[in-house]
């Protein structure tokens, strides 16, 4: 089954929609047919957003909260129908050492990146499983796989995903609802804002990860990693003893990527918003 085919005509909702991966892909499953429900805490951004696309549905969604989400997937069901595909998108990535991670940035990134995922899975399985149909996509990172000096709670989160869905997966084998992660690598978003690319690997663009997605609707399978050299090297440095392992992110630049070579000025707008902290 071909992208247009699969695509074409699926309700899909989409958390963190109002920009970056989440855009990029609500764009190209518009493109192909599918009927578009993006929200986003920032409800200023997503509305301007989803009305400039045209999206059948967009609007305020806080997924570390119940009650929003359930309302926001009421409406969306109400409006446009039941939901085929749920994309549980929204992240942040503060970056820093541990020690000067304040604890509510601690909670807040555990709150988004892990209990919204968890929420939104639960929420959208419980609606899913009647119907015997249904994909949950959970948009993990190669982070998940590997560690990053300078990203460890982010580390940590994105490790909870992947076993997470990898679990649900398994759990509900045969009752029709697929599970899904994207592992991107290093992407072109707002949360690269500062951070040095260096080494061999290319920083993958949210377009990338929006074909991925297209790809598992399409043919739907555990998990899939973007950019393909990316999730190579991240795979077979997982075959590694830890200190060979670590040996070789450090020659591919990890180890300072999220540390000292942080341009600290051109990220401040990021990780203000990220932190949850008001704009200057």
């Excluded at 990029?24 to 957003?49: C, M, N, P, S």
């Excluded at 609606?127 to 948009?139: A, D, K, Y």
Aim: aromatic share 4%.
């Amino acid at each position: 089954m071909n992208g247009h085919t699969a695509v074409n005509g699926k309700v899909v909702v989409i958390t963190g929609g109002a920009r970056g991966i989440g855009l990029a892909t609500a764009t190209a499953l518009a493109a192909l047919g599918a009927r578009i429900a993006i929200g986003d805490v920032d409800e200023t951004t997503v509305k301007e957003t989803g009305t400039a696309h045209d999206f059948e549905v967009y609007g305020h969604l806080d997924v570390t909260d119940a009650a929003s989400f359930e309302q926001f997937l009421d409406e969306v069901e109400r409006t446009i129908g039941p939901i085929d595909v749920l994309i549980n998108n929204a992240g942040i990535m503060p970056t820093g050492k541990l020690v000067d991670e304040p604890d509510q940035v601690t909670r807040r990134i555990l709150d988004i990146n892990v209990y919204g995922v968890i929420l939104g899975t639960k929420l959208g399985v419980a609606r899913m499983l009647p119907r015997g149909s249904g994909h949950i996509i959970n948009i993990a990172s190669l982070a998940g796989e590997t560690h990053l000096p300078g990203l460890a709670t982010y580390n940590a989160s994105k490790h909870a995903v992947l076993g997470f869905t990898d679990t649900l997966g398994e759990e509900y084998r045969g009752t029709g609802v697929r599970f899904s992660s994207v592992l991107p690598t290093l992407t072109n978003t707002e949360l690269l804002s500062g951070v040095q690319s260096k080494g061999v690997m290319r920083a993958a663009e949210p377009e990338d990860i929006a074909a991925a997605v297209i790809g598992l609707i399409a043919k739907p399978r555990a998990k899939v990693r973007v950019t393909k050299l990316a999730g190579f090297i991240s795979q077979a440095v997982g075959l590694l003893p830890q200190s060979a392992g670590d040996a070789l992110g450090r020659a591919l630049g990890s180890g300072q990527a999220f540390l000292g070579d942080v341009d600290a000025e051109e990220r401040k707008k990021y990780e203000r918003r990220a932190r949850g902290e008001r704009a200057d």
